[in-house]
């Protein structure tokens, strides 16, 4: 089963992707992430699997991936935040610029 989710999250991460590309659009490449998020702990679920059958002490794969991916989630979302703050600050002095020129 879990290689089932493992494909369909990856597919599903590429067309999110194919489709944020093509519309230009933030949310669905944040989205997208979130897919291969999913993908990620897929596969790190098959990987704990595999190895736990010959080692038994390699119990700790699976949650040291949920952690690097909750991470990598976490670094990706302030990324995003700070992001969005640029771009309000960026509108912010359209608009003031723009409203300079109107008074003159």
Not at 13 to 32: D, G, H, P, R, T
Not at 34 to 40: C, E, K, T, V
Not at 76 to 89: A, H, P, T
């Amino acid at each position: 089963m879990s290689v089932i989710s493992c494909v369909g999250y990856f597919l599903l991460f590429l067309v999110k992707l194919c489709l944020a590309k093509k519309l230009e659009s933030s949310a669905l490449v944040a989205n997208s992430i979130d897919a291969l998020s999913g993908f990620g702990m897929s596969a790190g679920v098959i990987t704990s699997a595999l190895v736990l059958e010959y080692i038994r002490k390699a119990w700790l794969i699976d949650p040291c991936t949920a952690i690097a991916i909750a991470l990598a989630t976490v670094i990706y979302g302030i990324e995003i935040l700070l992001r969005v703050e640029r771009e309000k600050k960026k509108v912010k002095k359209v608009r003031e610029a723009g409203q300079e020129l109107q008074e003159k």
